[in-house]
C-alpha cells in the first residue's frame, strides 16, 4: 500500500476464491478521505503486488509483468522496459512524474541463474539501468530484489536476498544504493545459527533520511526458505555509515516482517507471529531508541504499512476473506 500527506492512499492486492483453479486476479482500491472504494474492474488472471504514489496524479502499480499508471483521472497500462529473457517485477517506489523505480529478478536460458533487475521511469519510458550482482564461488545463485524505496534522485534502496549452495537452500540478505550514477551493493549482515543454517530474506524497505533506513524480513533456523516454524524477525538498520542487525523483542515461537514505514524518527513494522490455526498479526514500533511490540488482536494478517510524511500511517491485509486497512490514530494502532 501506499499514502501520501495529502491523504490520498492506495492498496492493491488479489482475490481468489479458494477453489483450485477458481477465478483469481488483482484488484486496485483507493482511499477517498472518506471510505475504500475498488477502482475499476478486478484484473482476472493477473496479481497485484506493489503501488507507490507522490501526489494525487501521480501512481504506480504493478503486479508480475504488468504496469499501471495513475494520471489522477483512471488507470492505464504502460509498457515495461523491453529486454531479452524472462523478468518478474516485486515492488515499485515513485517520487514524481519522472522518477520512478521497479526492482525483481530477470534471467536467460534454461538453466536461470536469476539476477537483479531494477528499471527506472524518466516520464516518458522504463529502461532497464544496469545492477551488479554479488560474486560466488562457483554454481547457481539467484539473486533477487523484492523492495525498493526512493527519497531523492541520488538517494534509492532495494532489498532482496541472494540464494546459492546446493539445491539453492542458502541464502542471504541483499542491499543495493542508487547514488545518482549507478547502482552499488551495500554490504549487509545476515543471521547465523547454531546448526548451521543460514536463511535471511529481506521483503520491506523504508528511508527517513539519508542517514536513516531500515529494513525487515526473516531469518531461519529451518533450511530451504520462510514459511515454517524456524521464521524468526530480522530487522537492519543504516546509519549512514553501515547496515547492523537491531535488537528486537523476543516473540514466542515463529515470526515475520514483510513491511516498514519510517518518518520522523520513529518507524513502523508489520508481519505475522505464531503458526496456524493461531497465527496473527505483528506489529512492532520503532520509537527512537528501541522496538517494542504493539498490541494487536486476534483475527487478522498484515503485509504492508505506509507513513506518509505529516500524514497518517496505514496498514493493509486481510481478516477472514475480507481486506483490512487500518489507519494510526494519534499515536496509538
Not at 516498514?260 to 527512537?288: F, S
Request: glycine share 14%.
Amino acid at each position: 500500500m501506499t499514502a501520501t500527506a495529502s491523504g490520498t492512499a492506495w492498496a492493491v492486492g488479489d482475490y481468489y476464491t479458494g477453489r483450485e483453479d477458481g477465478p483469481n486476479g488483482a484488484l486496485i482500491e483507493e482511499w477517498t478521505g472518506k471510505r475504500w472504494r475498488l477502482v475499476g474492474r478486478p484484473l482476472p488472471n493477473a496479481t497485484g503486488w506493489s503501488v507507490s504514489a507522490s501526489d494525487k496524479d501521480n501512481a504506480w502499480a504493478l503486479g508480475d509483468h504488468r504496469l499501471e499508471h495513475w494520471n489522477g483521472q483512471d488507470w492505464h497500462e504502460v509498457a515495461a522496459a523491453r529486454f531479452r529473457g524472462g523478468r518478474v517485477l516485486h515492488a515499485i517506489a515513485t517520487r514524481g512524474p519522472r522518477d520512478a523505480w521497479v526492482v525483481g529478478e530477470r534471467w536467460r536460458g534454461n538453466g536461470r541463474i536469476g539476477q537483479t533487475l531494477v528499471e527506472h521511469w524518466n516520464g516518458k519510458r522504463w529502461s532497464v539501468v544496469p545492477t551488479p550482482n554479488p560474486s560466488t564461488q562457483g554454481g547457481r545463485y539467484d539473486a533477487i530484489l523484492q523492495a525498493v524505496t526512493v527519497r531523492s534522485a541520488s538517494d534509492a534502496w532495494a532489498v532482496g536476498y541472494l540464494l546459492t549452495g546446493r539445491n539453492m537452500l542458502v541464502s542471504r540478505t541483499l542491499i543495493m544504493h542508487w547514488n545518482g550514477r549507478h547502482w552499488q551493493i551495500a554490504p549487509s549482515p545476515s543471521v547465523h545459527v547454531s546448526n548451521g543454517v543460514l536463511n535471511n530474506i529481506l521483503f520491506g524497505v523504508s528511508a527517513d533520511g539519508r542517514n536513516d533506513a531500515w529494513a525487515v524480513g526473516s531469518w531461519g533456523s529451518h533450511a530451504g526458505g520462510y514459511g515454517g516454524g524456524g521464521d524468526h524477525a530480522l530487522v537492519l538498520h543504516w546509519n549512514g555509515q553501515r547496515w547492523s542487525l537491531s535488537t528486537l523483542p523476543t516473540v514466542r515461537k515463529r515470526s515475520l516482517l514483510s513491511g516498514v514505514a519510517a518518518d520522523g524518527g520513529h518507524a513502523w513494522a508489520v508481519g505475522d507471529r505464531g503458526e496456524q490455526p493461531r497465527q496473527r498479526p505483528l506489529i512492532e514500533r520503532w520509537d527512537g531508541t528501541r522496538w517494542t511490540v504493539v498490541r494487536s488482536p486476534k483475527g487478522f494478517d498484515l503485509a504492508a504499512v505506509s507513513a506518509p510524511p505529516h500524514g497518517r500511517a496505514w496498514a493493509v491485509g486481510a481478516v477472514g476473506r475480507r481486506p483490512l486497512a487500518a489507519q494510526l490514530v494519534c499515536g496509538h494502532g
